[in-house]
């Protein structure tokens, strides 16, 4: 059982580049969301989804796109890298779909440079 | 939105108890108080959640005052291990799906 799992790793892109953040869960939630951190700030939400087929804005929408393919899966898509996209991305999942009692499982993050 | 204050660092000596205080004064009555950790640079960990009544699971123990204005985390035996940032949140209701708002947390240093 390995939760969520999120790849890859690590990039670096250069200014202007574009690339797909994936991320996949095991547990059948309906919700995932992305969420980035940077140094010192707590986390800020970019995109979520409810449940397949649906996408909504976060906090931090901008320069970013998202594709709910299945229940498992909820990528991310930078279409043309900027270094204030500098982050870790971290992807979640929750079981919830109309109920705040289900807490978000973490997976262990990207750390994206962009030069 | 409501807002969590958390203090910006605690120390604990290791095996004693390390108690979190939260203050979320603008709660509403159906949103729940989560905590969660983030150890170095992981994801972070799901520690517990609650409404209004006192929760304990096998990691800690949630305290949620009478009037819902604050909470407290308890490790009842701290070690090394739980050195890590501290985030407590109170869940927003949106829509279906209920995000979770993170501020900047209590970094918490466990010491021998």
């Known amino acids: 059982n390995a939760g969520v799992t999120q790849t890859p790793k690590f990039q670096v892109l250069k200014t202007g580049q574009s690339m797909t953040l994936q991320c996949a869960q095991d547990?059948?939630?309906?919700?995932m969301y992305w969420y980035r951190q940077d140094p010192g700030m707590g986390l800020r939400l970019i995109y979520y989804?409810?449940?397949?087929?649906?996408?909504d804005k976060g906090e931090v929408p901008n320069g970013y796109n998202v594709s709910r393919l299945n229940k498992r899966e909820f990528s991310l898509r930078l279409e043309s890298a900027a270094p204030s996209q500098t982050s870790v991305y971290f992807c979640?999942?929750?079981?919830?779909?109309?109920?705040?009692?289900?807490?978000?499982?973490f997976g262990n993050g990207t750390r994206l440079t962009v030069t | 939105d409501a807002k969590t204050t958390q203090p910006p660092s605690m120390d604990c000596a290791e095996g004693r108890a390390a108690n979190l205080p939260c203050n979320h004064s603008?709660?509403?009555?159906?949103?729940?108080v989560y905590w969660y950790r983030q150890i170095h640079s992981q994801g972070p960990q799901y520690i517990i959640h609650?409404?209004?009544n006192n929760e304990t699971n096998e990691m800690a123990s949630l305290i949620i005052t009478e009037d819902r204005k604050s909470s407290t985390l308890i490790l009842p035996h701290a070690t090394l291990r739980d050195t890590a940032v501290y985030y407590c949140?109170?869940?927003?209701?949106?829509?279906?799906?209920?995000?979770?708002?993170f501020g900047t947390g209590t970094r918490l240093q466990v010491t021998l």
């Open positions: 979640a999942s929750s079981a919830d779909r109309a109920t705040y009692n289900s807490p978000l499982h």
């Open positions: 547990m059948n939630h309906n919700s």
């Open positions: 989804s409810a449940s397949e087929g649906t996408t």
């Open positions: 603008t709660i509403s009555g159906n949103e729940y």
């Open positions: 609650g409404l209004k």
């Open positions: 949140i109170v869940r927003v209701p949106t829509g279906t799906a209920s995000k979770l708002t």
